[in-house]
């Protein structure tokens, strides 16, 4: 399975970007995708995840700002964020965890000026 990210990009503080995630293939909705962020100097850190059935994780710093959601029948995974702040510059990445495998998408750029 490939996944491509797109969507970020340069947005001031306050503002709202919506990050999207492509699978090459169908991905089963009880499969959890989810996405991740790495910025400068730091490690990745979880994001959000979903799958069917259960409602998506947040991370704290992340809660009540960002929506993820999918479109399964689109092979499509989201992220909706909102009132971005100046922390959360990072590349972004989507992940597919298939079994005992993960699947990493490219990660796309993200920067919030303030």
């Known amino acids: 399975v490939q996944l491509q990210a797109s969507g970020g990009g340069l947005v001031q503080a306050g503002g709202s970007l919506r990050l999207s995630c492509a699978a090459s293939r169908t991905i089963h909705s009880s499969l959890v995708m989810g996405w991740y962020r790495q910025a400068p100097g730091k490690q990745r850190e979880f994001v959000a995840s979903?799958?069917?059935?259960?409602?998506?994780n947040y991370s704290d710093s992340v809660q009540g700002r960002f929506t993820i959601s999918r479109d399964n029948a689109k092979n499509m995974l989201y992220l909706q964020m909102n009132s971005l702040k100046p922390d959360d510059t990072a590349v972004y990445y989507c992940?597919?965890?298939?079994?005992?495998?993960?699947?990493w998408g490219q990660g796309t750029l993200v920067t919030v000026s303030s």
């Open positions: 979903i799958r069917s059935g259960r409602d998506p």
């Open positions: 992940k597919l965890n298939y079994g005992s495998e993960n699947y």
